[in-house]
């Protein structure tokens, strides 16, 4: 098993620009998540999913869209790149929600100029 | 709002000397896990505590859930340089939601 996988690992970005960040999992988890880390503030959670189809805003949601159409892949777009949106960006993915063991992905290193 | 804070939030010690860094919640937890994050790295999961009063063992880590279950420890004895990291603590949002509030952690640095 690949685990939890993130791509790309590190992208530049002007402001204003789109993108998307992948994440994908092979264990077939059904619950996947966002979080963004920031020096000092720890984890932040953006959107989570509980299930293909089901998505639902975390504590920092804003700037942030997400879509789970399969088990397997939750894609995390920006829409109009800000500043303020960089940071380090990790996937992660447990069974079935946030009493199970989390397991994060490598991460994605996003700076915006 | 739900605040999981944790202390310090650094500390830098001598090889061989011991660490504890502490939890608290502003809410009582229905269970805590911990997480080390490795410089560069992605967190891995340590363990999850969920009975009032827990201790668990793991080599030289001692994680501990309070007896009111808003607060937790980890300990670390005699460190080594394979400890430095960052060690993170977190719990469920409470309200039904079904996600995780991370503490800012606590990055723990040792000196050979």
């Known amino acids: 098993n690949a685990g939890v996988t993130q791509t790309p690992k590190f992208q530049v970005l002007k402001t204003g620009q789109s993108m998307t960040l992948q994440c994908a999992q092979d264990?077939?988890?059904?619950?996947m998540s966002w979080y963004r880390q920031d020096p000092g503030m720890g984890l932040r959670l953006i959107h989570y999913?509980?299930?293909?189809?089901?998505?639902d805003q975390g504590e920092v949601p804003n700037g942030y869209n997400v879509s789970r159409s399969t088990t397997e892949d939750f894609p995390l777009r920006l829409l109009s790149a800000a500043p303020s949106q960089t940071s380090v960006y990790f996937c992660?993915?447990?069974?079935?929600?946030?009493?199970?063991?989390?397991?994060f992905g490598p991460g994605t290193r996003l700076l915006v100029l | 709002g739900q605040q999981v804070m944790q202390i310090p939030q650094y500390q830098h010690v001598q090889e061989g000397e011991d660490f504890t860094t502490y939890c608290n919640s502003s809410?009582?937890?229905?269970?805590i896990q911990w997480y080390k994050q490795r410089p560069g790295g992605h967190p891995v999961f340590l363990i999850q505590?969920?009975?009032?009063?827990e201790v668990k063992k793991q080599k030289r880590l001692t994680f501990q859930f309070g007896e009111a279950k808003k607060n937790s420890s980890l300990h670390i004895t005699a460190t080594q340089t394979t400890d430095v990291g960052t060690y993170f603590c977190?719990?469920?949002?409470?309200?039904?939601?079904?996600?995780?509030?991370f503490g800012a952690g606590t990055r723990l640095a040792v000196h050979p």
């Open positions: 992660a993915s447990s069974r079935s929600g946030q009493q199970e063991t989390q397991y």
């Open positions: 264990m077939n988890h059904e619950y």
């Open positions: 999913s509980v299930g293909a189809g089901i998505t």
């Open positions: 809410t009582t937890l229905s269970n």
């Open positions: 505590l969920v009975k009032s009063g």
């Open positions: 977190t719990g469920p949002f409470s309200g039904g939601y079904n996600k995780l509030i």
